[in-house]
T-cell receptor, first 114, second 108 residues
Framework: KAGVTQTPRYLIKTRGQQVTLSCSPI?????VSWYQQTPGQGLQFLFE???????NKGNFPGRFSGRQFSNSRSEMNVSTLELGDSALYLC?????????????FGPGTRLTVT | AQRVTQPEKLLSVFKGAPVELKCNYS??????LFWYVQYSRQRLQLLLR??SRESIKGFTADLNKGETSFHLKKPFAQEEDSAMYYC??????????FGAGTILRVKS
């Protein structure tokens, strides 16, 4: 079956702009999580959506938001971009939102803020 | 707060030598622990988890609650084991707390 896909793969934005990233989970998976990966902070959890509801949230400012659609596809939005938002954004999907299910990661979207 | 510590940024071993990637965690409850691996130009993928008690690709990891450790071990390293390894903790849901990662380099 097809893996997790993320679009776009690369983005270059300017400070102050906003950006929307998209994630399509594996068919049948209802949970989608987002992570930010940077050289300095490593992999950090942003939020998780399950059945169109935000189930968990990490410690990121309100500029970071997300949503999930009825087909489980998810988007994350970052408003008023800052240089420090430059990162690889990973999406992961799993069968269920309960603890213990394997998460499958996408290839990531590389965001560069100039 | 939950925290995962991987003390080594880089571990370099010779082919055939034993490997131990260290992972320590801080969490007061009963977390679920994982090891994820990222091979060159590939996606992050699950290697193993403590509840399954499996051996994957010759790797094993035992959860030691007394020492709050979940070290990853393999008796004989192979060149194809070269990768970035992340230890991760989950308290509930799919929120994973990752360690900083350890690069394993297996030399021939």
């Amino acid at each position: 079956k097809a893996g997790v896909t993320q679009t776009p793969r690369y983005l270059i934005k300017t400070r102050g702009q906003q950006v929307t990233l998209s994630c399509s989970p594996i068919s049948g998976h209802r949970s989608v999580s987002w992570y930010q990966q940077t050289p300095g902070q490593g992999l950090q959890f942003l939020f998780e959506y399950f059945s169109e509801t935000q189930r968990n949230k990490g410690n990121f400012p309100g500029r970071f938001s997300g949503r999930q659609f009825s087909n489980s596809r998810s988007e994350m939005n970052v408003s008023t971009l800052e240089l420090g938002d430059s990162a690889l954004y990973l999406c992961a999907s799993s069968l269920d939102g309960e603890q213990g299910y394997e998460q499958y990661f996408g290839p990531g979207t590389r965001l560069t803020v100039t | 707060a939950q925290r995962v510590t991987q003390p080594e940024k880089l571990l370099s071993v010779f082919k055939g030598a034993p490997v131990e990637l260290k992972c320590n965690y801080s969490y007061s409850g009963s977390p679920e622990l994982f090891w994820y691996v990222q091979y060159s130009r590939q996606r992050l993928q699950l290697l193993l988890r403590h509840i399954s008690r499996e051996s994957i690709k010759g790797f094993t990891a035992d959860l030691n609650k007394g020492e709050t450790s979940f070290h990853l071990k393999k008796p004989f390293a192979q060149e194809e084991d070269s990768a970035m390894y992340y230890c991760a903790l989950s308290r509930y849901g799919n929120k994973l707390v990752f360690g900083a990662g350890t690069i394993l380099r297996v030399k021939s």
